[in-house]
């Protein structure tokens, strides 16, 4: 028979206790400096070292070199309190579950009376300090208040507030913490190293995700793991199948498919879930971990090693594909769901349902409802980068508005679009004046401006009206004034007609296209590799895109394969528009280009 790992590497002393040097430090420099109270008080979660900490608190008070930090571990105390020692009968271990009435209070006060019988200091640990009832306690009261010379009391406990508060007023309190995970897998590794155990990546992760952080339970994990691995040592299947966690493929398949908006493959993978025997609120559990992971590779994408401890290489480069496809926002969305449906489904009655729910509203268009606002600004931005980086020759931005109000009078005499060209020249001058009239007065200005239109447009005589607010200027282009409108008038409406997919032009898909076939480097690899080599944009008319592809044969093949949907989705992540994605042969690419329209 074989003995327990977390007994076999019970540490010795406070040095080898892991994760808890807090508490350690102190305790040390009390020995050191003779300051030791009489009693103390280890709170903290299960097996994260209270009980093992008092057994070396013991060690080190009744060993012959003692008081000392660092117990000699040869002299008899020492061996008598080792692990796979006899034990001492002036150290007394105490279950209080089991031992907490008022009774067995009397007993330890009447015995604790009594000298040690062969060491420094007689020591009462008492385990499990939550359950001595509240009459046993104050049995206890006088003696921990006021306890012999040789005498020391330690309180272990998982519920330091069950403990009455006399009690806890006259000891040293110190709370223990669970250990983190990176310095937990450091020391499963070394264990595993001592016992000659092969492991294979991502294993001992498993194991510090289901001892949650207490190395007692961590220990016994992999004890499990290793009496029931072969020769070839503790492999991945075997310990995803043997503690109940996702496989790492079948989460790769179901965040790929989300990525992506491939519903068909969601599903199919929630069906391999229960198939498999797994429990959907388990797999929630890893998917949010696995979102988790994903985030800080958004977040961090040159450190991510240094924050995923024990991650393989080839899992984080798949896990920076992954993300690319959500962008920050997408991924913090999902994440709110997922977690907001991990709660629901405490307690549910059919896991599957909550299950398949959460995929669906996974698979919303990244706009829907408050939480997708920022996936949808991280598109609206990319798209703002692109209007501000474009000069746009259709009618400058900063001009726009300008020409906008006298377009309306325009179209009211068409008579006059003849003799619009001639004046169009001096016209641009006297519309420079306005401005400066707009500084003295600028509730003024505005005012006239519309009303002079309409007037212009009625009748000739109307336009003296407007000048007599400001008659040095408009003195003398007067006449010319409802003339100008028209040449603005053939220019604004085809300007405005181009852009109709959320704005953008063809100069702006062309300056978009390198983050197109960049998103389908990282999702679609196939479409990658055949449209970075052989297509081009060609014409967009704002619904409708056309590639010219080298060859007829690779445009058949474009045009029967599914090249043309991810090329559509794709442009639907980078920039947010929903096109009609073509393609063409390069000879036909004269014809195309003239139905795209100037741009």
């Known amino acids: 028979m074989t003995q327990a790992l977390y007994r076999r590497y019970r540490p010795e002393t406070f040095a080898d206790v892991i994760g808890q040097e807090h508490v350690t430090a102190p305790l040390q420099q009390a020995l050191r400096t003779g300051r030791v109270n009489h009693a103390y008080l280890f709170s903290g979660p299960r097996g994260c070292g209270k009980t093992t900490s008092a057994r070396i608190l013991a060690r080190c008070l009744n060993c012959d070199q003692g008081p000392t930090d660092n117990p000699c571990g040869t002299c008899e105390s020492c061996v008598a309190l080792a692990r796979g020692g006899a034990g001492m009968v002036d150290v007394v271990e105490i279950d209080a579950a089991s031992h907490g009435g008022v009774d067995d209070a009397r007993e330890l006060r009447e015995r604790a009376s009594y000298g040690p019988a062969q060491s420094r200091y007689k020591i009462y640990i008492i385990d499990e300090a939550h359950m001595v009832t509240t009459q046993g306690f104050n049995a206890l009261l006088k003696i921990v208040e006021e306890p012999p010379e040789h005498v020391k009391f330690v309180f272990a406990t998982t ?32 264990l595993c190293q001592s016992e000659g155990v092969a492991v294979e990546p991502g294993v001992l992760s498993f194991v510090v995700r289901a001892g949650g952080g207490s190395v007692r339970d961590s220990l016994s994990v992999l004890d499990q793991l290793i009496a029931g691995s072969g020769p070839e040592g503790l492999t991945y299947e075997g310990a995803a199948a043997l503690l109940g966690f996702t496989d790492a493929e079948l989460l790769d398949a179901t965040v790929t498919a989300i990525g992506h908006g491939d519903a068909a493959e969601a599903f199919a993978q929630v069906d391999k879930v229960i198939e498999t025997g797994l429990d959907p609120r388990r797999f929630v559990e890893d998917l949010l971990e696995r979102l988790r992971d994903l985030i800080i590779c958004a977040a961090v994408p040159d450190g991510v090693e240094a924050v995923l401890r024990g991650v393989p290489t080839d899992q984080i480069e798949r896990m920076r594909v992954q993300a690319g496809a959500f962008g920050p926002g997408g991924l913090s969305r999902a994440a709110d769901i997922v977690n907001a449906g991990l709660s629901d489904m405490t307690g549910a009655t059919a896991p599957r349902l909550q299950l398949e729910l959460i995929i669906a509203r996974l698979l919303l268009p990244g706009a829907a409802g408050p939480q997708g606002y920022a996936a949808r600004l991280d598109r609206l931005e990319r798209r703002l980068d692109l209007a501000a980086a474009h000069p746009s020759p259709t009618g400058g931005g900063a001009s ?21 060209p001639s004046p169009s020249a001096p016209q641009s001058a006297p519309t420079q004046p306005p401005p400066t009239q707009s500084v003295a007065a600028p509730s003024a200005t505005p005012a006239a401006e519309p009303s002079a239109a309409p007037s212009a447009a009625q009748s000739p005589a109307q336009p003296e009206a407007g000048p007599t607010h400001a008659p040095p200027v408009h003195a003398a282009p007067a006449a010319p004034t409802p003339t100008p409108p028209a040449p603005a008038e053939p220019v604004q409406p085809t300007q405005s007609s181009q852009p109709t997919a959320g704005g953008l032009d063809q100069a702006a898909i062309i300056r978009a296209w390198p983050d197109v076939v960049d998103w389908l480097a990282r999702n679609k690899r196939v479409t990658w590799a055949f449209v970075s080599e052989n297509a081009q944009p060609l014409s967009f008319d704002g619904s409708r895109l056309v590639l010219a592809i080298t060859t007829e044969g690779l445009t058949e093949t474009f045009r029967r394969g599914a090249h043309h949907a991810f090329v559509q989705e794709a442009f639907m992540e980078v920039l947010g528009i929903d096109i009609r994605v073509e393609g063409v042969a390069a000879g036909d690419a004269p014809d195309a280009g003239r139905s795209g329209g100037p741009v």
């Open 159 to 190: 519920e330091p507030e069950k403990v009455i508060g006399t009690i806890r007023s006259r000891t040293h309190h110190y709370p223990f913490r669970l250990v983190p995970p990176a310095q937990l897998h450091t020391y499963l590794e070394s």
């Open 400 to 420: 726009g508005p300008a020409p906008s109000r006298p377009a309306q009078p325009g179209p009211m005499p068409p008579g006059s679009t003849a003799p619009a």
